[in-house]
């Protein structure tokens, strides 16, 4: 069974950097594609950034530049290094992996999230 745990969330000002961690078990994250969506309240959901299972990556326009989507297959754990944050990046983080489609969509595995709040 597919378990996703995110971690690294936190409180920051504008312009500050947090990086989240994914840490998943039951599947092997170098075998799938993996994202991270965010969700604030009264906002659209967003994929922010998938991993494909060539190595390659894909950005929102929202945060291309700025954010950046890694793998550690030794340890098992997705990653999104956040910097230069805006506080409209303010949401709930949540870490996606499907065993089948790429990208993944919402409806696919994923963990319980990490909030991220971002102050002006």
């Known amino acids: 069974q597919v378990h996703l745990v995110e971690s690294g969330g936190g409180s920051v000002q504008a312009g500050g950097s947090l990086r989240l961690s994914c840490a998943a078990s039951?599947?092997?994250?170098?075998?799938?594609?993996m994202a991270w969506f965010r969700q604030a309240p009264g906002k659209e959901r967003e994929r922010v950034a998938s991993?494909?299972?060539?190595?390659?990556?894909r950005y929102a326009d929202s945060v291309k530049g700025r954010f950046t989507i890694s793998k550690d297959n030794a340890k098992n754990t997705l990653y999104l290094q956040m910097n230069s944050l805006k506080p409209e990046d303010s949401a709930m983080y949540y870490c996606?992996?499907?065993?089948?489609?790429?990208?993944?969509?919402?409806?696919?595995?994923r963990g319980q999230g990490t909030q991220v709040t971002v102050s002006s």
């Open positions: 996606v992996v499907d065993l089948v489609l790429c990208p993944p969509i919402w409806y696919s595995h």
């Open positions: 039951g599947a092997a994250i170098s075998r799938h594609c």
């Open positions: 991993a494909y299972k060539d190595g390659s990556t």
